[in-house]
């Protein structure tokens, strides 16, 4: 059987440059930390993303996840992430010409402006995040978004693998995910157990974000939404980013390929329309990548598979980042 061809015509690629593209999670930061890489400026044939390849694909801001593994929780949880912020802030000032951390939507739009990537920081798992006044002091440092659990339970929720308990979130995740929407920095519900996305879905009152997630109709991983959720996350003006993982691509992972991202896409604009359905594509974080989307450079695809699929211009637009866009703005300010 011969590979798929993916052609991106000029129209398409006009629009994808034009366009402001957000990936809402990229787990590189986790391979720089653990030496596998040594910079985030340096083109890798490894992996699936660098500064070099993201500009080749035309991603304009990229979320920045801190990824606490497991060895970590719960006693060093604090000092892995003291050691992802310095590392973040290292890489921010060696590659300057290229790259600037963004703390706000007015950022975002001055660092695109002038060309260099916008790079919002974020953390995923909120082991690290021990009472409030760490929340303020991280903030200050420039965290702007927190995905509130992995997998596992902590003393903010349970996460998707402990979904059995039937629980919400503890006393503090409730302080929590007030103290976040005070301050501006954006709840990341992906990984949350399903009582949990409710429960957050109930106090937040501002828009959330599933920033790797897709739609459990197409597959059916627990990490995936239920069309319910994906609505309850429309009302609330949130936006879901579709992840490419296999495993939450297709059931049967090895089948897993850009037309399939895009039926999520497809799924998600069924239910609530174009406005509420980025990109997340979990690069870095996932071992294998779709046909199709093998690493950053590919993201233009996305923007021909769009209209090839009759999205018009200011769908497509909406897709590849203003929507996320509007999700910084009114979560973060």
């Given at each position: 059987?011969?590979a798929?061809?993916f ?5 398409a690629?006009?629009l ?7 990936d809402?999670?990229?787990?590189t930061?986790?391979?720089l930390?653990?030496g596998n890489?040594?910079?985030?400026g340096?083109?890798?044939d490894q992996g ?7 500009r080749e ?6 979320f ?10 719960p ?10 912020l310095d590392?973040?802030h290292?890489?921010m000032?060696?590659?300057?010409e290229?790259v600037?951390?963004?703390f706000s ?6 660092i695109t402006?002038?060309g260099?990537?916008?790079a919002?920081l974020a953390?995923?798992?909120g082991e690290p995040?021990?009472d409030?006044?760490?929340?303020r002091?991280?903030h ?5 978004s927190?995905?509130?659990?992995w997998?596992?339970?902590n003393h903010?929720?349970d996460g998707?693998?402990e979904a059995r308990?039937?629980g ?6 409730v302080?929590?995910?007030?103290e ?6 954006l709840?990341?519900?992906?990984h949350?157990a ?7 879905l ?10 790797h997630s ?15 959720q994906?609505?309850?996350?429309a009302?609330?003006?949130g ?6 993982a ?11 390929g850009?037309?399939r991202?895009?039926d999520?896409i ?8 174009p ?9 870095d ?10 690493d ?16 018009d211009?200011t ?14 703005r009114?979560?973060?300010g």
């Amino acid at each position: 059987m011969n590979a798929p061809c993916f052609t991106v015509s000029r129209r398409a690629q006009a629009l994808h440059t034009a366009a402001l593209v957000v990936d809402g999670h990229m787990d590189t930061l986790l391979h720089l930390l653990r030496g596998n890489r040594p910079s985030l400026g340096q083109r890798s044939d490894q992996g699936h993303a660098d500064l070099v390849r993201l500009r080749e694909g035309g991603v304009k801001v990229q979320f920045f996840p801190c990824y606490i593994e497991p060895e970590y929780k719960p006693d060093r949880a604090v000092a892995r992430f003291l050691q992802y912020l310095d590392l973040f802030h290292r890489e921010m000032a060696a590659h300057a010409e290229v790259v600037e951390p963004a703390f706000s939507a007015a950022d975002v739009e001055r660092i695109t402006a002038s060309g260099k990537l916008a790079a919002i920081l974020a953390l995923e798992g909120g082991e690290p995040v021990v009472d409030l006044a760490a929340l303020r002091v991280y903030h200050r440092l420039g965290l702007r978004s927190v995905g509130l659990v992995w997998n596992q339970r902590n003393h903010i929720a349970d996460g998707m693998a402990e979904a059995r308990t039937g629980g919400g979130l503890t006393t503090f995740g409730v302080e929590l995910v007030r103290e976040m929407n005070r301050l501006g920095i954006l709840v990341d519900v992906s990984h949350l157990a399903d009582p949990g996305f409710w429960h957050v879905l109930e106090l937040s009152t501002r828009p959330v974000a599933a920033t790797h997630s897709n739609a459990r109709a197409l597959c059916p991983h627990p990490r995936n939404l239920t069309d319910d959720q994906i609505k309850a996350l429309a009302r609330n003006g949130g936006v879901m980013g579709v992840n490419f993982a296999p495993a939450f691509v297709h059931p049967e992972p090895e089948k897993a390929g850009l037309d399939r991202v895009l039926d999520h896409i497809d799924h998600v604009c069924g239910l609530v329309g174009p406005d509420h359905v980025g990109l997340g594509s979990d690069f870095d974080g996932i071992p294998s990548a779709p046909a199709g989307l093998e690493d950053a450079t590919t993201f233009p695809r996305l923007t021909q598979g769009l209209l090839d699929r009759g999205y018009d211009e200011t769908a497509v637009r909406k897709i590849l980042g203003l929507n996320f866009l509007r999700v910084i703005r009114e979560a973060i300010g």
